[in-house]
């Protein structure tokens, strides 16, 4: 299976649940607007995101993409996928869409995820390595 790093960072913001899903949350490689009752979580790419927007912010993440349109009766796609990362300590955020599914990897984490990827047998398409920002310094 292959798996593509996306080049352009992407963050999440927690919103409140009574507000408007935001013009402003739109852009590739991903964008994803999910209301819950506790919550508006926006996907989109970190660049858009208004320096005064009223929520948390967690981010940069790299998206990574399974580069193959799923089908809906294949079982345990996104669990061995996963495997790798928890086994190797790396939390992760996934979006599915009716074609596939993406992992949003912390940045910092990106190399190290597709390393486990290719020794799990995956084939990984890095984005160029000044995408993959430093380690946090809160962290």
Wanted: with cysteine; net charge negative.
């Amino acid at each position: 299976m292959r798996l593509t790093m996306c080049p352009t960072p992407v963050s999440v913001v927690r919103l409140s649940p009574d507000d408007e899903s935001p013009e402003w949350a739109d852009g590739e490689p991903l964008s994803s607007v999910t209301r819950t009752a506790n919550e508006l979580s926006v996907v989109c790419p970190t660049t858009v995101v208004p320096d005064d927007v009223q929520g948390q912010v967690q981010g940069p993440f790299v998206a990574v993409v399974i580069d193959d349109v799923l089908e809906f009766s294949q079982v345990g796609v996104l669990v061995a996928l996963l495997q790798p990362l928890a086994d190797g300590g790396i939390p992760v955020l996934t979006v599915s869409t009716y074609d596939t599914d993406w992992v949003l990897v912390e940045a910092y984490r990106a190399a190290t995820a597709a390393a486990l990827w290719r020794a799990a047998g995956y084939e990984v398409v890095e984005p160029p390595p000044t995408m993959h920002p430093g380690r946090p310094d809160d962290e």
